[in-house]
């Protein structure tokens, strides 16, 4: 059974930095993309951030390029995401998502997804 | 970038009715479109990929049809547990869009 479990959210000050983890089990960690997601509170879903199953490749959205940094231990079979300078409009759950297809490089349909774990940016 | 616009934002309906929901994109993204069921308080879930074709364990009255930047979301004979929020979702290039959602209520 595919599983994907998130941790490391909680309360930050804007500049502040927070580390989010994602553990995966239930399929080859190093073949799929994986993928952030995040949703704002009462909002919709926004891309984030995608890293390739091999780690080499990394892409990210404008809003955070610069500041989030995404990678992936394949020997922990997990995920991170090294969010820099937070800013209030970083507030939202996270969301760790799986790529449905193998071996790709960028990311394309997400089939299984963590519970979230919820980021506050405010002082 | 392209934007998924999603309508209506809101749709009440009763247990059994059929209802569409429409997803277009701001350029052809040939087939390139899901839809995502998601419930207050849980992550989404995948409903329908590659426009058309319905994921493992999707019960089959939800359909997806169209292609290049019109699609339609189907759900016949509404049961209690469809009321929801609906998101389509580009992957056709990057970065990934989504569209505003859809909230489908209890009439």
């Known amino acids: 059974e595919v599983q994907l479990l998130e941790s490391g959210g909680g309360l930050v000050q804007p500049g502040g930095s927070l580390r989010l983890s994602c553990a995966a089990s239930g399929f080859i960690f190093s073949t799929y993309v994986i993928t952030w997601v995040r949703q704002a509170p009462g909002k919709g879903l926004e891309w984030v951030s995608s890293?390739?199953?091999?780690?080499?490749?990394?892409l990210y959205a404008d809003s955070v390029k610069g500041r989030f940094t995404i990678s992936r231990d394949i020997s922990k079979n997990t995920l991170y995401l090294q969010m820099n300078s937070l800013r209030a409009e970083d507030t939202a759950v996270y969301y760790c998502?799986?790529?449905?297809?193998?071996?790709?490089?960028?990311?394309?349909?997400?089939?299984?997804w963590g519970q979230g774990t919820l980021v506050t940016v405010s002082s | 970038d392209i934007q998924m616009t999603q309508s209506p934002s809101s749709l009440s309906a009763s247990v059994g009715d059929r209802v569409s929901i429409t997803c277009r994109a701001s350029?052809?993204?040939?087939?390139?479109l899901n839809w995502y069921q998601q419930k207050p308080g849980k992550a989404p879930k995948l409903l329908i990929y590659g426009a058309s074709s319905l994921q493992s364990g999707v019960p089959s009255r939800f359909s997806g049809s169209g292609s290049e930047t019109h699609f339609t979301l189907t759900i016949s004979n509404l049961q209690p547990e469809d009321f929801a929020n609906y998101y389509c979702?580009?992957?056709?290039?990057?970065?990934?869009?989504f569209g505003q959602g859809t909230r489908l209520e209890i009439k």
């Open positions: 890293i390739s199953g091999s780690g080499t490749s990394t």
């Open positions: 979702q580009q992957s056709y290039n990057t970065p990934i869009t």
């Open positions: 350029q052809s993204i040939s087939s390139y």
């Open positions: 998502v799986k790529d449905r297809r193998l071996s790709l490089s960028s990311p394309d349909t997400f089939d299984y």
